[in-house]
């Protein structure tokens, strides 16, 4: 890759394991992706909000083309059993060597409220079926009570992606039990996938024919997600069914299908929400919870965007301070990252970058506020946090290579996510528990990064309200801004520079589980159990085992501080 050439060796190295990982990543994504929608993470114009807010409905009066649809809806037949059901299939994946997996399809009614005591007779009950994988413990006796992985996102997958960190994730925690995989009802291998190729094809169409990402109005994007509801109603999907309740229930639907008395649920990012709504609604299935880069259910992640951003450069700044090599080769860090976002807002600068799947090259218009947008993404990454600080002062000295690197992870994000199902959760859960207001007073607290936290909102947050509506997501639920308490036994993992999920959420979480443990991991960013898996995962092997009792943590204050790299 071209785009490597005249960086350092540790650069070149950080960067391909940071290619690696981010598929890794991908299936932990907390609440919003961080300036979740590409144009506004890349250069943004100031959109027109009247193309939409004026009445999101108008654009239903707009002709749609008829398109294909991606999957084949499951007939009701005569002799189809009573919901749920489980089916073995062969797996649709490539099976890693040496795993023992077993594979199949958990069908379930895509409305719950028409109730699971019905047949699938019945022409009302619209059928779903979730990819379901297991992976068998080698162990002679493996216990009865086996991990169930839930993937973040939310609209992220696990099935595809479980070979590439099998050996690094899943293997270990195999040594004892089975390892329950499944992809959440309209993500993944999932069918009806609830992806909007709408969308990600005007992406990919505007990448590929040079335009620079910030001539692209916004009301282009939110019209092509419209095309995408249209499509999907069409085909009988209904958007409100895509709750972190409904997850929940499917959860319990697996485990009795599967045949088991109690599980152990292991979530990370997205998916320590839906852990925590299971341990609300279903607490007699669960043993024990890992809560890997916890989220809250009680807050509302929008009005946290600002907050998250503030605290993640507050702690790259105060790291690269304390490390006396990076404090000498890059002194006050954090006057020339505000400096670098004067001269961008003052005078942005076109860049050439690079998706990092797979090698295409686009061209984008970079002010201070896609700046920050991609210096908070790289902190997704343990081995980008290492790069930041040269990254700041490179694009300072007018030098862009490193900088052309970091832009392809937006790109790498949003493709690792069903993003129908990303809209419907994240507009139930984030956006209708709160108000314009209390977003903006949120913001207000935090002026340097107003404008980074207004891009998640293609910089209108009443826009936004208003696409939510016409999306046709599930209305607000009180229950949603209920905190979890519980007593059920669980771990809870943190990383010391998450912006996704920082700390305090993993705190604030712990505060109300009378019987959990709370860790921050050094140095550590999104995802711990797979980032630091060396220390991570013994702990979780050892929770597992004996949920009453606080694992050794002894590993934790041998982890390295960041090797800021120059």
């Known amino acids: 890759m071209r785009f490597l050439d005249g960086l350092t060796g540790k650069q070149r190295s ?21 300036s979740q929608d590409l144009p506004g993470a890349l250069g943004s114009a100031t959109p027109s909000p009247s193309a939409v807010s004026s009445s999101p409905q108008d654009a239903l009066a707009t002709p749609r083309p008829m398109l294909a649809p991606t999957w084949t809806p499951i007939p009701t037949l005569p002799a189809a059993p009573l919901l749920p059901y489980f089916q073995s299939a062969t797996c649709p994946f490539e099976v890693p060597p040496g795993a023992d997996v077993d594979c199949g399809y958990l069908t379930i009614a895509e409305d719950r409220a028409v109730g699971l005591a019905q047949s699938a007779l019945q022409a009302s009950t619209r059928l779903i079926r979730l990819a379901v994988a297991i992976y068998r413990s080698p162990a002679d006796q493996p216990y009865a009570d086996p991990l169930v992985y839930l993937h973040g996102g939310p609209g992220g997958a696990a099935l595809s992606r479980s070979p590439s960190y099998y050996e690094t994730f899943i293997l270990p925690l195999l040594e004892d039990r089975d390892v329950i995989m499944f992809d959440q009802r309209g993500s993944g291998l999932s069918k009806p996938s609830l992806d909007c190729p709408e969308y990600s094809d005007m992406i990919q169409r505007e990448l590929r024919e040079g335009y620079v990402i910030g001539d692209v109005p916004d009301d282009r994007y939110i019209n092509a997600l419209l095309v995408c509801r249209d499509r999907l109603r069409r085909l009988g999907v209904n958007p409100a069914a895509y709750t972190s309740a409904a997850n929940a229930a499917d959860v319990v639907d697996l485990v009795t299908m599967l045949g088991y008395d109690q599980v152990n649920l292991y979530g990370v ?6 852990a925590l709504t299971v341990m609300r609604d279903y607490p007699e299935i669960v043993r024990s919870v890992v809560l890997d880069s916890a989220l809250p259910v009680e807050i509302s992640l929008y009005a946290e965007q600002a907050y998250k951003a503030d605290y993640a450069f507050g702690k790259l700044f105060a790291g690269c301070a304390s490390d006396p090599a990076c404090r000498r080769a890059y002194p006050n860090l954090e006057a020339a990252y505000y400096n670098v976002v004067d001269r961008l807002n003052a005078t942005p600068i076109e860049v050439w970058g690079v998706t990092l799947r797979d090698g295409r090259t686009f ?16 902190l997704y990454s343990s081995e980008l946090i290492e790069l930041a600080p040269a ?16 832009m392809g992870s937006p790109l790498s994000m949003e493709a690792g996510i069903s993003t129908g199902v ?11 528990t709160t108000t314009p207001a209390e977003i903006e007073a949120a913001h207000a607290a935090y002026p ?20 939510c509506q016409a999306w046709g997501a599930a209305p607000f639920n009180p229950l949603e801004l209920e ?10 993992l943190a990383g010391e520079y998450d912006p996704a999920t920082p700390p305090d959420f993993g705190r604030q979480v712990a505060a109300n589980l009378s019987h959990s443990y709370f860790y921050e991991f050094p140095g550590q960013a999104h995802g711990v159990g797979m980032s630091n898996a060396g220390c991570a995962l013994p702990m979780v092997r050892a929770f597992l085992d004996e949920p009453s009792q606080a694992p050794d943590s002894a590993c934790i204050p041998e982890i390295p501080a960041p090797s800021f790299i120059r």
């Open 391 to 406: 990254m700041i002062y490179a694009v300072r000295a007018g030098e862009t290579r490193l900088l052309t690197a970091f």
């Open 422 to 432: 990303f809209i419907s959760i994240n507009c139930h859960e984030e956006i209708f």
């Open 14 to 34: 950080a960067l391909v394991i940071f290619v690696v990982m981010m598929g890794i990543v991908l299936i932990g994504l907390g609440g919003v992706m961080a």
């Open 363 to 378: 061209n984008a218009t970079v002010r201070g506020v896609d700046f920050t947008s991609l210096l908070f993404f790289s």
């Open 448 to 467: 340097e990064m107003q404008d980074f936290a207004r891009a998640a909102f293609f910089q209108d947050i009443e826009t936004h309200f208003e696409f």
């Open 483 to 492: 905190p979890v308490i519980s007593g059920l036994p669980a771990l809870i």
């Open 269 to 274: 990012s997205y998916g320590t929400r839906l």
